[in-house]
């Protein structure tokens, strides 16, 4: 290639002569050009590094030879092409992570050093990632027009291979190969900066696993590692490329979901997310069972800076392992410090069993065929003088987490069996055993002696059991099986159903009866749903293995009329009775004989709810208090205001942002009904709550409520007592209607 005037500089006459006096001690004159080209050549033979040229055009019309021998390329394949198809900079170098794009410091002129590149793949005949380190200057002619760059470059494909792995390394978990906390928190803390700017939402999922700790415990930290491994590729497998999955540590991870803040969207993900974590895990020849809750919050909903927006979270995410776990919640502004309720919980729960607070009430297992009575379930009820009830979903799952599971469930035991001694002998008690509990080296001296104790025929007392007790070693668990069946007590396989290996521990497992879960009855009777067919199947596998299926939640005529359709005898539900206290059972025993009569409505309404919920209404430009009652999905009734025409439309504020369009098609006196033109969607703990929430900085410009926005900064100016004109239906408040 010619390179006329390429290499060579301008010396003065001066400097040439006294170079030329050197020239028999073998010193090249400036003035030798191809002595000088020939020392270019050595230098690029030796593989030192190469040169090239490019043209005010920014193409490439050099290249030194070795270099295209290493490329694999012959020369016309790629001079002329433009250097910006041929290499760019690399997003993942450890040390260039900000720099500018190769084809904005081109076009800028500027002066390069030591730049690292990455070959396009179109430059690689061998497929081989390949990076080079590359020097340049701008050249100008005498005029100052750009007439390309010249420059040097060199192979430094291993040593920047070793910089990624330990930049990896440092970022990244070596167990799962997730992002670690270290690079969570930074790209947490820098897509909050940039979101921030922009009012772009950002959400952030925290998941910690159940029962993980009992994996380890079990089976073995190598089986808690391969476990872990395996959660991480479900993860990776429902994300995919809608956000960035970390592992903190332990069994904690995160979620960064950049640009989502439906949470439809996010309700649906998480309950996705939860149901393939909860599929048993196959290690060792052995299966796995654990499950996971989710706590989230919205940026900037529930907070701006990555330090708000994480304690939401964890706050969330407590909340969902509070409500019973294999759950998910969304943050809002009443949750508590996860930490300090957990261990005031435990203490009170603690202070409760010792000074015999806790009480165990008996929902009745009824035959259809006669409507008698033929078993009770025990459950544990807590009234707490200033928590009030607390749900068993609350306190069973900290307890689980400590050793105080033990001791309420040997209590329940004892408690259980010494009530069933008063009833009629074909009456059964089920009692619920927790995985724990089953794991425990003593739990078979533990039922020995509440039988004993209580004198109760061991037929009578029926250990109701879920799949997670099969997570131990397999030869134990058989283990305790045989001798429970050698006690003769009976075994209930609960929540049959929706878990994901089932049959196999009915085949293992000598279970007498099989509950069909709540969830199944709650949608039999909706159209486009498999349950009534899954109640079916169940109940006919039952039948066939000898086994009795008892059918529980059951509030409804129209679900009771299915069930029995579908050959349930037995049925466990509101329908009949709720859990009743022990005085009340034998206050109705009667003659010794126990039948309570079906009782419910007719049909099963799940989206209903009743509701006592302050709420502000917004119509033109005014805004009123209402009271909001029986929510549901796509509409409610509105108590406190006169004079509301049906057609009349309607913006209610939820609070925190939430604001749902509606139209009134009901009214009667202080009482209206609208429908949403949005339906709400859960919010994962049994609530309803929209879609979407008005950002807090456009609420601010609207001049809301102070009370109606969330915590935050926003300008003194925009802030206003709300939209306000002359009112045009009644406030009513105590009773009393006013203007």
């Known amino acids: 290639m010619e390179l006329s005037g390429f290499f060579k500089s ?39 590094g190469w040169i090239w040229a490019s043209n005010n055009e920014g193409r490439l019309i050099y290249l030194s030879g070795s270099a295209l021998e290493r490329l694999e390329f012959a020369a016309p394949q790629l001079l002329g092409q433009p250097l910006v198809d041929l290499f760019e900079t690399d997003s993942e170098n450890p040390e260039q992570g900000s720099e500018r ?50 420059g040097s470059a060199k192979d430094v494909t291993v040593e920047y291979e070793r910089k990624l792995e330990d930049s990896r390394l440092a970022e990244y978990d070596s167990l799962t190969s997730l992002a670690n906390r270290h690079r969570m928190t930074r790209r947490l803390e820098s897509t909050l900066a940039a979101f921030k700017s922009s009012r772009r939402a950002c959400a952030l999922m925290m998941l910690d696993l159940d029962r993980f700790k009992q994996v380890n415990d ?136 010792a000074s015999e607070q806790l009480e165990l009430h008996y929902q009745p297992v009824v035959r259809t065929k006669d409507d008698m009575v033929v078993g009770f379930e025990a459950l544990m009820r807590w009234e707490h003088e200033e928590r009030g009830f607390v749900s068993p979903g609350v306190f069973i799952p900290a307890a689980e987490e400590s050793n105080l599971i033990n001791s309420l469930g040997e209590w329940a035991l004892r408690t259980a069996c010494t009530a069933a001694t008063s009833w009629p002998k074909s009456v059964r008690v089920a009692v619920n055993v927790s995985a724990v509990q089953f794991a425990n080296s003593g739990f078979i001296d533990i039922v020995t002696h509440a039988l004993a104790h209580s004198g109760l025929e061991p037929h009578r007392l029926e250990l109701e059991l879920t799949e997670s007790v099969f997570m131990g070693d397999s030869e134990t668990v058989d283990a305790t099986f045989r001798m429970l069946k050698d006690l003769g007590v009976r075994l209930a396989l609960d929540d049959f159903g929706t878990g994901y290996s089932s049959l196999s521990y ?35 596998l039952s039948e066939a293995l000898g086994m009795e299926t008892t059918v529980e939640g059951v509030e409804a005529f129209d679900q009771l009329k299915l069930v029995i359709d579908r050959g349930a005898r037995f049925v466990q539900g509101w329908i009949y009775s709720k859990a009743l206290r022990l005085d009340e059972i034998e206050s109705r025993m009667g003659s010794g004989e126990f039948k309570i009569k079906p009782d419910g409505p007719e049909i099963y309404r799940a989206e209903r709810r009743s509701v006592f919920r302050r709420i502000g209404v917004i119509h033109d430009d005014h805004r009123y208090d209402a009271v909001m009652r029986d929510l549901s999905k796509s509409g409610a009734y509105i108590e406190g205001l006169l004079g509301v025409p049906a057609g009349t439309g309607l913006v209610l504020d ?27 969607v859960s919010d994962g703990a049994g609530g309803l709550c929209t879609r979407h929430r008005v950002s807090p900085y456009a609420l601010a410009a609207a001049g809301m409520p102070l009370t109606s926005l969330p915590q935050g900064h926003y300008p003194i100016e925009q802030l206003q007592q709300g939209p306000r004109s002359k009112p045009q239906f009644l406030q009513v408040t105590n009773g009393r209607a006013a203007a």
């Open 10 to 48: 301008k010396t003065s006459s001066a400097q040439d002569e006294n170079i030329a006096e050197l020239a028999p001690a073998g010193i090249i004159s400036p003035g030798d050009s191809a002595a000088r080209l020939a020392v270019i050549d050595d230098f690029e033979q030796a593989g030192i």
């Open 101 to 150: 794009p190769l084809k904005f410091q081109l076009t800028s002129r500027n002066k390069l050093k030591d730049l690292v590149v990455r070959l396009m793949p179109a430059t690689k005949a061998s497929g081989r990632n390949m990076w080079w380190a590359i020097s340049a200057h701008p050249k100008f002619d005498q005029q100052g027009r750009f007439e390309g760059y010249r």
């Open 218 to 353: 079990t089976m073995g930290h190598p089986a808690g590692d391969e476990l872990l491994r395996q959660v991480s590729e479900r993860l990776r497998n429902v994300i995919g490329e809608r956000g960035e999955i970390g592992r903190l540590g332990g069994d904690e991870f995160q979620v960064i979901l950049p640009d989502l803040d439906d949470r439809g969207k996010l309700g649906e993900l998480a309950s996705k997310l939860i149901q393939i974590v909860s599929q048993p895990y196959p290690i060792d020849g052995k299966r796995a069972i654990i499950g996971t809750s989710i706590g989230v919050a919205i940026a900037p909903y529930d907070g701006v800076e990555k330090d708000e927006i994480v304690r939401a979270a964890d706050l969330a995410l407590y909340a969902a392992k509070k409500g019973g776990r294999g759950a998910f919640r969304f943050f809002s502004a009443d949750l508590k410090d996860e930490e300090e309720e957990r261990a005031l919980l435990l203490d009170d729960l603690r202070e409760a069993l």
């Open 506 to 540: 009915l085949r293992s497992a000598p279970f007498d009866k099989i509950k069909v879960d709540k969830s199944f009855v709650d949608s039999c009777t909706q159209k486009d749903q498999n349950s009534a067919k899954i109640i079916t199947a169940i109940i006919g």
């Open 654 to 680: 939820l609070g925190a942002g939430q604001l749902v369009v509606s139209t009134v098609t009901r009214s009667q006196d202080a009482q209206i009904a609208v429908e949403f033109e949005t339906p709400l």
